[in-house]
Structures are given as C-alpha cells and as structure tokens.
C-alpha cells in the first residue's frame, strides 16, 4: 500500500506566498504522474498543476506564472510553490500521485487534502 502525506496549506493575506508538500511511502516501484488538484466550496475538483515522470509540466490557466510543480523523485515527492495567492485559489487542495507496480500496473492515489484559505 501507499500513503500521501501533504502539508503546508494555511491562510495567507493577498499576494502572499505557500508552498504545498506532498510525501509518498510504502511499495513504490515507480512514480509516474505527480498533481495538485483542488476543490472550491460548491464547486468540481480541478487540476492545478502536473509533472510528469520526464519531468514535463502541466498548468492551469488561472495559476500561470504565479504556481510551480517540482519533484524530488529520491524523495518520493512532489511540490507546490504558490506565489501571488488570490481569494480565488482558496480551495481544498489534493496531491495526486500515480505509482507503477512492479508489473507495470499503474494505481491512482490522492493525499487527505490541505486547505488554502486566502482572505485579507
């Protein structure tokens, strides 16, 4: 089995800054796709940011230019800078990680999600 552990949400004032981690332990064989979705209140689960095993990156359009995705694969995890934070990136926010068994089986996980408020 696998286990997501994410940390670093919080509140934050207009403008200002997060950086969202997300750890992956247990049988990992390979890591594939590394993501950050969130969820607003009343809202559907969206994807903010991606990075692929090659090292591709994949953005929102409303988070260009402020988020970063980054991995550590030694360290089975993956980041999110969030720079230039508004009150519409207030949301719940989710890593998801998708890890290749030994047999090349591919499984999908998502971590407990963090909440990101923004509010002045």
């Known amino acids: 089995q696998v286990q997501l552990v994410e940390s670093g949400g919080g509140l934050v004032q207009p403008g200002g800054s997060l950086r969202l981690s997300c750890a992956a332990s247990?049988?990992?064989?390979?890591?594939?796709?590394m993501g950050w979705y969130r969820q607003a209140p009343g809202k559907e689960r969206e994807l903010v940011a991606s990075?692929?095993?090659?090292?591709?990156?994949n953005y929102a359009e409303s988070v260009l230019g402020r988020f970063s995705i980054s991995r550590d694969n030694a360290e089975n995890t993956v980041y999110l800078q969030m720079n230039s934070l508004e009150l519409e990136d207030t949301a719940v926010y989710y890593c998801?990680?998708?890890?290749?068994?030994?047999?090349?089986?591919?499984?999908?996980?998502w971590g407990q999600g963090t909440q990101v408020t923004v509010s002045s």
């Open positions: 998801n990680v998708r890890i290749q068994r030994s047999d090349a089986t591919i499984d999908n996980y």
């Open positions: 247990g049988s990992i064989f390979g890591l594939n796709t």
């Open positions: 990075t692929s095993s090659g090292g591709s990156s």
